[in-house]
């Protein structure tokens, strides 16, 4: 299928406190834990993001589909609670995506996708056009919302469309599992990345992107291609960065885990809503020790995400914030 394109737009004035799209999927989490219990949780990785970003004080606003369902509406009432924008939410009868996540000895979570014919698939071109009036000032996309068709093929062109001004994040957060065309996924994940000013991802993400046989190779080609900054995360092991200014190794703070479920999304949205919080942008990816700082703090965020069950994002306060 050809990519979709949307027409470049120039620069727009912005206020202090910039706009941040998050696009992607918004979905249900069904976390079984080890005695079988199941609940469910609102969840979807830049859902999850987005509400990290709400959160932390940012001027965040969802875009992707949600359904009339039960569920549908347990994911908008959520994002409301939050301070997340939903004018950009798509509306739909089709049943909400449903994921299993499975829990084990570690807190870890293992995943099982129930996609077809549901939510998220199906954010088409005119959807995405919506997220450019006005023109955000930050755009934050990944996951599953880059793996499947339309919804892939249209944030691709809504990362192509923002101007040059626009701070663009991509978590790969890859879903091997979940990704139906592992060579029109990397075709079209190496057009997305060619244009991000920060690419956060653990070492699974960038081995199955397989841009070079090692994370540290892949971050430095991406450095090399134009990308800002590159984060490579490591569970309980410390994060890494790279930038032009050189390498960042961030420890990740002990604390007792629940489960993971979106530790990698508060990371990133975390990272983004201190990132812009601190007046920054492409030109201070450059700089180690802003990045460092910025690192450290999306790596508290993250640990304390894991330190309760399902994706619940630290607050403002609880990150020690006025």
């Not at 469309?161 to 957060?173: I, L």
């Not at 990740?252 to 990698?264: F, I, K, L, S």
Request: glycine content about 10%.
């Amino acid at each position: 299928m050809a990519a979709a394109s949307l027409p470049a737009l120039e620069h727009e004035p912005r206020t202090a406190r910039r706009r941040i799209v998050v696009g992607g999927e918004a979905l249900i989490d069904l976390i079984i834990d080890q005695a079988g219990r199941v609940t469910p949780a609102a969840g979807g990785g830049q859902y999850n993001a987005a509400r990290a970003i709400a959160r932390l004080g940012g001027d965040v606003h969802f875009l992707g589909r949600m359904s009339d369902d039960w569920f549908g509406r347990l994911l908008l009432s959520r994002l409301e609670e939050d301070g997340v924008g939903t004018g950009l939410v798509v509306p739909t009868t089709d049943p909400t995506t449903l994921v299993l996540a499975e829990i084990d000895t570690r807190g870890v979570a293992h995943y099982h996708w129930y996609i077809d014919r549901t939510t998220v698939p199906g954010l088409q071109l005119e959807d995405a056009r919506r997220a450019l009036d006005p023109v955000p000032g930050a755009l934050h996309v990944g996951t599953l919302g880059l793996t499947m068709e339309p919804v892939a093929d249209s944030l691709a062109a809504l990362v192509a469309a923002v101007p040059r001004d626009t701070f663009v994040m991509v978590d790969p957060n890859c879903r091997p599992t979940a990704t139906p065309d592992l060579a029109v996924y990397r075709t079209r994940m190496a057009r997305v990345l060619d244009r991000a000013d920060i690419v956060k991802g653990s070492d699974e993400d960038f081995a199955f992107l397989g841009l070079a046989d090692t994370p540290e190779a892949s971050a430095r080609l991406l450095l090399e291609r134009g990308v800002g900054a590159v984060i490579v995360t490591h569970g309980a092991e410390p994060a890494r960065a790279w930038c032009a200014g050189g390498e960042v190794l961030v420890p990740v703070p002990r604390v007792e885990v629940v489960d993971t479920v979106g530790a990698g999304d508060a990371f990133g949205g975390a990272f983004l809503a201190h990132w812009l919080e601190q007046g920054l942008g492409r030109t201070e990816l450059g700089d180690r020790a802003r990045l460092e700082e910025a690192v450290s703090f999306a790596a508290r965020a993250a640990a304390f995400n894991c330190t309760r069950a399902g994706a619940e994002p630290p607050t403002r306060a609880e990150m020690g914030l006025a």
